[in-house]
């Protein structure tokens, strides 16, 4: 079956360390700048997309052509991109790097091609990730720049240049690192199954954002509360500063404070008779509960319709082939044995902070996390 091995290289404001590769291509900026290719083994090819060229109508027919097998290095990026602009089927798929992972091999395309033992040829340039931060991702506004929020093509040709030689290369190590890995079948279930993953993430989850914005809105007014009463407790310019804190109680308390972490604060609790020390310490306690990450992941990955794409990796656990949570970490997400659990939903999402605190003397610490 022929083989048509792919590496695009792209633009989008949306940061996708943050938010994912998902929300990152829906990104109404999203456009793909350079797109590398060869066809059986053949010269590799770059399609000058961000210069105006367009991609020749073989290629394009080629991308939906059930004959045609596409091959990438973490092949869910080129899969979800190429499909806001044309139509790929996933089963028509391979990722390159899954399957290096099935075979025991190290994440990212230089980390396999140094494993595998590639001539230096083969190799990935090393430059690439100053080029991509020079092309694909906003630029700081500066007097140098005469404020201009990105870099084009026309800014500096030479780096455009070699950054379209560094799209080229990726393709060559990606087409070298296939060639080494064929000698080992892939088993058809693990492609059956990594395609249904494929599926399952571009899916997504959806959340309620109401649930999500009432839990961060309360959050962040309770911490404010509990400084301030910290501050006014203690005098402290910043009570959660754990050295300013410790000083503080080993004045108070006439005793060596040696640790303020979370297993240790109940025992420090229960060691002293001064109300107020006590008070900081219940204080130091709920601020450690009122972590917030998960809230903050969701909003900053969720799309416009609310969903959160890509939350699992497929074989993220190299040797055992285990998914892997991203973004959200839906994996440890904490048991919830809350009581009238629907009612605390609710009185968060209108954001009721005096309901909560009557009700449950405190703020739940598991209201939003899963059933």
């Known amino acids: ?42 010269p590799v090819k770059v399609i000058d997309l961000a210069q105006g060229e367009q991609l020749p109508q073989e290629l394009i027919t080629a991308l939906s052509d059930k004959n045609i097998i596409k091959t990438a290095y973490n092949a869910a990026f080129e899969w979800y991109a190429l499909n806001k602009f044309w139509k790929s089927p996933i089963e028509q798929w391979r990722c390159t790097m899954v399957k290096g992972l099935y075979c025991g091999y190290p994440a990212g395309l230089k980390a396999i091609g140094d494993a595998i033992g590639l001539a230096e040829d083969k190799k990935k340039l090393l430059v690439g990730k100053a080029l991509i931060r020079y092309f694909c991702i906003p630029c700081k506004a500066t007097k140098a720049n005469s404020g201009r929020l990105r870099n084009y093509p026309k800014h500096d040709i030479e780096k455009w240049n070699l950054f379209k030689e560094y799209n080229a290369q990726d393709v060559v190590t990606e ?73 503080w109680l080993e004045n108070e308390t006439g005793s060596e404070i040696t640790s303020l972490n979370k297993k240790d604060v109940p025992a420090l609790i229960k060691s002293t008779d001064s109300e107020h020390v006590k008070r900081m310490l219940e204080i130091r306690q709920e601020l450690s509960k009122t972590s917030t990450k998960k809230y903050d992941a969701m909003e900053i990955a969720a799309g416009k319709d609310d969903r959160v ?63």
């Open 175 to 247: 087409m070298e690192i296939k060639k080494k890995l064929d000698v080992i079948n892939f088993p058809e279930d693990e492609q059956k199954m990594w395609e249904i993953d494929m599926l399952m993430n571009a899916y997504g989850v959806k959340i309620d954002r109401k649930l999500v914005e009432g839990a961060l809105k309360i959050a962040s007014i309770r911490t404010e509360q509990l400084i301030q009463e910290a501050q006014e407790l203690s005098g402290l310019n910043n009570p959660n500063s754990v050295s300013q804190l410790k000083e």
């Open 1 to 42: 079956m022929k083989i048509l091995s792919i590496d695009i290289e792209t633009f989008s404001s949306v940061d996708i360390g943050s938010a994912g590769l998902y929300k990152y291509v829906q990104s109404d900026d999203f456009e793909i700048l350079l797109f590398g290719y060869s066809f059986d083994y053949g």
């Open 309 to 371: 794409r890509g939350l699992l990796q497929f074989y993220g656990a190299n040797r055992t082939g285990r998914w892997a949570g991203r973004l959200v970490q839906v994996q440890n997400l904490p048991q919830n044995h809350l009581q009238m659990l629907g009612f605390a939903r609710e009185c968060v999402k209108n954001q009721n902070l005096n309901a909560i605190s009557v009700i449950y003397r405190e703020y739940p610490k598991y209201t939003f996390s899963a059933n």
